[in-house]
């Protein structure tokens, strides 16, 4: 198994500028989360979903969007790129949800740099 | 989500020795304390985890301890090597959710 995979690694963007960051696990599941790691923090959830077709905000939502067609993917959107966005982004599966939690397994992370 | 305070934010210790981190919460939902390690470059990835019906856990050389009561959980590594440098952070599992804490560098000098 390849485990949690994000493309692409690093990317620079312009103001105003949109992307599309990929997440893809082959673990079969059911639990995807996207979090964002900035300099000397913690990682903070931007959103999270807990199966195809079902996503809720996290902590910091604002200025992307998600989507869940498929149980392997789980792409983070952003519109319109602001420096705040400058960030490292990091995908995560986990096999549960609820009060009884197994383990989530990261991606090795995308870094965003918006000027 | 409530935060999680982590202690100390660098930690220096000569191979060998014991590295202690700590964690403090305040939201009593909180029921899974997971430690994550996360070397240069790459995704956090999970070392141990504890419940809340648990007092204590090791594996091997790590072990982790959960005090509910006064509600901090602390990561205890012996014998320190210097593969274990990294950065770590703990975290806390309440409703499906996961909240870190703002992550403890850790270096092992051989």
């Known amino acids: 198994n390849a485990g949690v995979t994000q493309t692409p690694k690093f990317r620079i963007l312009k103001i105003g500028q949109s992307m599309t960051l990929q997440c893809t696990q082959d673990?079969?599941?059911?639990?995807m989360y996207w979090y964002r790691q900035d300099p000397g923090m913690g990682l903070k959830l931007i959103y999270y979903s807990v199966g195809a077709g079902i996503t809720d905000k996290g902590e910091v939502p604002n200025g992307y969007n998600v989507s869940r067609s498929t149980t392997e993917d789980f792409p983070l959107r952003l519109e319109l790129a602001a420096p705040s966005q400058t960030s490292v982004y990091f995908c995560?599966?986990?096999?549960?949800?609820?009060?009884?939690?197994?383990?989530?397994?990261f991606g090795p992370g995308t870094r965003l740099t918006v000027l | 989500g409530e935060n999680v305070e982590q202690h100390p934010s660098t930690l220096s210790v000569q191979e060998g020795d014991s590295a202690v981190i700590k964690c403090t919460y305040s939201d009593s939902a909180s029921n899974y304390f997971p430690w994550y390690k996360q070397e240069l470059g790459k995704g956090p990835q999970l070392i141990i985890d504890i419940r809340s019906n648990v007092g204590e856990k090791k594996d091997q050389r790590i072990a982790v301890t959960l005090n509910k009561t006064a509600k901090h959980f602390s990561l205890h590594i012996t014998e320190t090597q210097p593969e274990d440098s990294a950065v770590y952070f703990c975290a806390r599992g309440s409703y499906g959710k996961l909240t870190f804490g703002q992550g403890t560098i850790l270096t092992v000098h051989p």
């Open positions: 673990m079969n599941h059911n639990y």
């Open positions: 995560a599966s986990s096999p549960s949800y609820g009060r009884d939690y197994n383990e989530q397994f």
